[in-house]
């Protein structure tokens, strides 16, 4: 059975990847997807802590995590779906003309 | 090597690939399916870790609405245009740079951790934390309703407030709802 | 997975077999369709070969099987090939999850000059603690078959089933998972095991702290929750896509909606994955509301017995328990294939935002409904007055 640091260098690894593609990626849908990715690490880790220490504590909070995480997706994609619509237009340079 | 550990790694060796592959290919549709694959193994390794409700939810709500949701998004968009991946200018050019390096700082943080075994954290108390009873969905479930009703009212809250907005914002004239 | 080589072999057999059951029986469900239409519609339907037409599903699957391969030349290859195979998979993996027959227990016994033993068998795939989440999720996973078919086609009637089934699927599985809950409720647990051995006997139940008993009924999660059962068999037509809920390929609007561009073996890849739902969707709903395996007012034990005053062994009475259950749950489950069938050929077909309306504002207010007063009296009845 693979210890706990096991599961936290995963998460680490996952979560680094998410942050790179939140950096590098223009797409801002695909940076909305870096974004949950970096959440299911942190969700990751949280559900190593809770297994290791035999607390359901971690889990809640992954569970919160998700309902959040769910929410801000919608939110996203509405708003990308909003932009798209009007300006045909989905890189995030463009979004920083948007004044007004 | 144990039957839990190969599968660990099977797990993780493939949680990683299609992680990378998220962020790497250029077409977002392609993008979006990596990152489902990524959640559906993580999912088993939820499985392993014995947070089978969460492993569950995490196949129900994330790979099967939120990922579905972007998969259909991206697939309205009609993204063939899409030929390069990243985005260009010299702030994000130091953004490139920054990212990528902070991302080689910790996988050789988490080398050399494995290697001088700074990272492994008390490992009588995590060989202790094997015998421990594991939680069940039974236990998550009274946590849940007793010490975090408060928390988990509010997130009802957010969700109905996300709600509301959600169709405020995507809300446009004509179609078959149209009333005037 | 179990303590040595020949339990986890046959726990590993036991997975592909009843993979193996399901696809079996698509076959003899295109049979029933075709027969069960031509019955509907005054028809005889396929009867020229075999006795009775049945041996048209081996002409059916020749023919399947022989057919020109043809990929359209703008397809996505790689997801053009895959979203068949997806389509196969949830449904596969879901029905491993449900608890098929009476569990078979083994007594130790000597082969190769080893003690084997002693074994109990589940008469299911896997046992997953959480079984009805695990198959929700799973299930849920189908979406990505129906829109990888669609977007990789590259064509328009199939990217517009393919958008149509996902919003369909997403709206509905809020409906579903909500109309399960108040059964969740009465029986207290996840496991389809647990849920299936509280439904033996008659029909008794808590009133206020008195237990009553009503002994012409059986034991079945239909009498405390009609409601729900009505929305989850209303909310599993619109998750495999059937009539009158078949908005993905309909033929009028949309050609064959998502898979138009798919024929041969990769378009029966598709029927195996559209009829492995309903198998699955049939299950769940023998398995909630009509008392899974169970025999009615007939107990496993008294089944066992009578096996065991016949002169069988006591593995031999458990194995023999295990087949006849098995046979009462496949016959609980005709019955539901056969409304799937009825209902495909006797119902028209919902118009596009008759069918999200009836998702969001008709089926989730009365589920959300169903849900609360269940919460309420389940909590009443449990409790005692005095």
Do not use: C
């Amino acid at each position: 059975m693979p210890g706990i640091e096991h599961y936290l260098i995963l998460s680490a690894l996952l979560f680094g990847l998410g942050m790179v593609g939140v950096m590098v990626r223009k797409n801002v849908i695909v940076i909305l997807m870096s974004i949950e990715l970096m959440l299911n690490a942190v969700n990751l880790s949280f559900v190593a802590f809770s297994h290791f220490n035999a607390d359901v504590k971690g889990q809640v909070m992954v569970f919160f995590v998700m309902t959040v995480a769910a929410a801000e997706a919608g939110v996203g994609l509405a708003l990308a779906v909003a932009v798209y619509k009007k300006f045909k237009e989905l890189n995030i340079r463009f979004f920083e003309q948007l004044r007004g | 090597m144990e039957m839990s550990s190969i599968l660990f790694y099977l797990l993780a060796a493939a949680t990683l690939f299609f992680g990378f592959r998220t962020i790497t290919v250029a077409n977002p549709i392609f993008s979006a399916l990596n990152l489902a694959l990524t959640m559906i193994t993580l999912a088993g390794i939820f499985f392993m870790l014995d947070a089978y409700f969460i492993a569950g939810v995490q196949l129900a709500v994330y790979a099967g609405a939120v990922m579905v949701l972007f998969v259909m998004v991206l697939m309205l968009f009609d993204l063939s245009g899409e030929a390069r991946a990243f985005s260009r200018g010299m702030m994000s050019g130091i953004l490139k740079v920054g990212g990528v390096s902070l991302f080689g700082i910790i996988v050789i943080a988490t080398i050399m951790g494995s290697f001088s075994n700074i990272l492994v954290i008390d490992s009588g108390e995590a060989a202790a934390g094997q015998a421990l009873v594991q939680p069940t969905t039974r236990d998550l479930a009274v946590v849940l309703f007793s010490r975090y009703l408060l928390a988990f009212e509010l997130l009802g809250l957010l969700l109905l407030v996300v709600a509301v907005g959600v169709v405020a914002v995507s809300r446009i004239k004509g179609g078959t709802h149209a009333r005037d | 997975m179990g303590t040595d080589i020949l339990e986890i072999s046959i726990n590993f057999a036991k997975m592909v077999a009843i993979f193996l059951l399901m696809v079996q029986l698509v076959p003899l469900l295109v049979w029933v369709e075709r027969r069960g239409s031509a019955l509907i519609q005054n028809r005889l339907g396929p009867n020229r070969v075999g006795p009775l037409g049945l041996t048209q599903l081996l002409a059916d699957a020749v023919k399947f099987l022989t057919k020109e391969e043809f990929v359209p030349a703008k397809s996505h290859r790689f997801l053009f090939y895959l979203a068949p195979i997806v389509a196969l998979l949830p449904a596969a993996v879901a029905f491993n999850a449900i608890p098929l027959s009476h569990p078979i227990e083994v007594e130790a016994f000597e082969w190769l000059g080893h003690t084997w033993g002693p074994y109990t068998f589940l008469f299911q795939g896997y046992e997953i603690g959480i079984g009805i989440v695990f198959v929700l999720g799973v299930s849920s996973l189908a979406a990505y078959a129906l829109l990888l078919a669609g977007w990789a086609s590259d064509n328009k009637y199939s990217l517009i089933g393919a958008l149509r089934a996902s919003a369909q699927m997403i709206s509905y599985e809020l409906a579903l998972g909500l109309s399960i809950v108040g059964i969740l409720l009465v029986f207290n647990t996840f496991s389809f095991s647990e849920m299936v051995s509280q439904q033996v006997g008659p029909l008794s139940f808590m009133f206020f702290g008195q237990e009553v008993s009503i002994p012409f009924l059986p034991n079945w999660g239909i009498f405390f929750q009609p409601l729900g059962a009505i929305l989850l068999l209303a909310a599993v037509f619109a998750e495999t896509n059937r009539l009158p809920f078949d908005l993905p390929e309909a033929e009028a609007e949309l050609v064959a909606g998502y898979h138009t561009e798919y024929g041969g073996i990769k378009m029966n890849m598709f029927y195996i994955g559209e009829y492995g739902h309903m198998l699955v969707a049939s299950a769940l709903m023998v398995t909630f509301y009509f008392g899974g395996y169970h025999i009615p007012f007939i107990t496993p034990d008294q089944i066992n017995e009578f096996f065991s005053g016949r002169g069988h062994g006591a593995t031999q009475a458990s194995l023999l328990t295990a087949l006849v259950l098995h046979l009462s749950f496949f016959a609980k489950i005709a019955v539901f294939l056969w409304v799937f069938v009825w209902v495909r050929w006797t119902l028209p077909r919902f118009r596009y935002d008759q069918l999200m309306d009836l998702g969001w504002k008709t089926m989730l207010p009365w589920a959300l409904a169903n849900t609360i007063i269940t919460a309420i009296l389940v909590l009443m009845m449990r409790s005692s007055w005095s």
